[in-house]
């Protein structure tokens, strides 16, 4: 059937190269990693969720707002715009994890990016139908490649929203006594106590 060119690496691949047990494992292998792209994807709409409801809830809180406006350059202003700051950067941070992460000029059979870019549905089935089962097990493996590049850069992301996540409600907390209090003396004459 002679050499086809099909895997993103721009590799050769020939008739007979992998058994099939190497084919079961580019099955196995896709299907996690789209399992782990997939949670990434939902752990980031759960940490945008939650820091945007704490976002939310804090900027509707009076006391707080009080609290951060009374004196900009107190500790527990200070603390509390960081904490804000934090939450905001967890959700862009979340929303950076779901963004797309498609490789530039990719080629081959798999990747919808390049398969869009041949003439017709046709054309396609033609490219498939040249290749044998070793060079669509290449193309999946090197599919894998790019899914596995794909998990690693949201997961990196990831990690980094939880921890600004989680250093933005540790600090909230620091300064829910003071929240709490009655003590916050305010510009807003309603909220004072007199």
């Known amino acids: 059937m002679g050499s086809t060119n099909i895997g993103t690496l721009g590799q050769y691949m020939t008739e007979n190269e992998f058994p099939r047990w190497q084919t079961d494992f580019a099955s196995f292998e896709e299907s996690y990693l789209r399992h782990y792209v997939a949670l990434a994807d939902t752990k980031a709409a759960a940490v945008f969720g939650l820091s945007s409801a704490i976002f939310a809830y804090m900027l509707s809180n009076q006391k707080f707002l009080d609290l951060i406006t009374a004196d900009w350059t107190s500790e527990r202003s200070i603390v509390g715009s960081i904490a804000i700051a934090?939450?905001?950067?967890?959700?862009?941070?979340?929303?950076?994890?779901?963004?797309?992460?498609?490789?530039?000029?990719?080629?081959?059979?798999?990747?919808?990016?390049?398969?869009?870019?041949?003439?017709?549905?046709?054309?396609?089935?033609?490219?498939?139908?040249?290749?044998?089962?070793?060079?669509?097990?290449?193309?999946?493996?090197?599919?894998?490649?790019?899914?596995?590049?794909?998990?690693?850069?949201?997961?990196?992301?990831?990690?980094?929203?939880?921890?600004?996540?989680?250093?933005?409600?540790?600090?909230?907390?620091?300064?829910?006594?003071?929240?709490?209090?009655?003590?916050?003396?305010?510009?807003?004459?309603?909220?004072?106590r007199s």
């Open 86 to 192: 934090g939450l905001v950067l967890t959700a862009f941070h979340s929303i950076w994890v779901v963004m797309p992460r498609l490789p530039k000029g990719a080629e081959g059979i798999i990747f919808f990016g390049a398969v869009k870019n041949l003439p017709s549905g046709l054309a396609y089935r033609q490219k498939v139908a040249e290749c044998s089962e070793s060079q669509l097990t290449a193309a999946r493996l090197d599919h894998c490649y790019t899914l596995a590049q794909i998990c690693w850069s949201k997961y990196v992301v990831l990690r980094r929203a939880i921890w600004i996540g989680l250093s933005s409600v540790i600090l909230l907390v620091f300064i829910s006594p003071s929240i709490a209090s009655a003590d916050v003396v305010s510009k807003n004459p309603k909220s004072c």
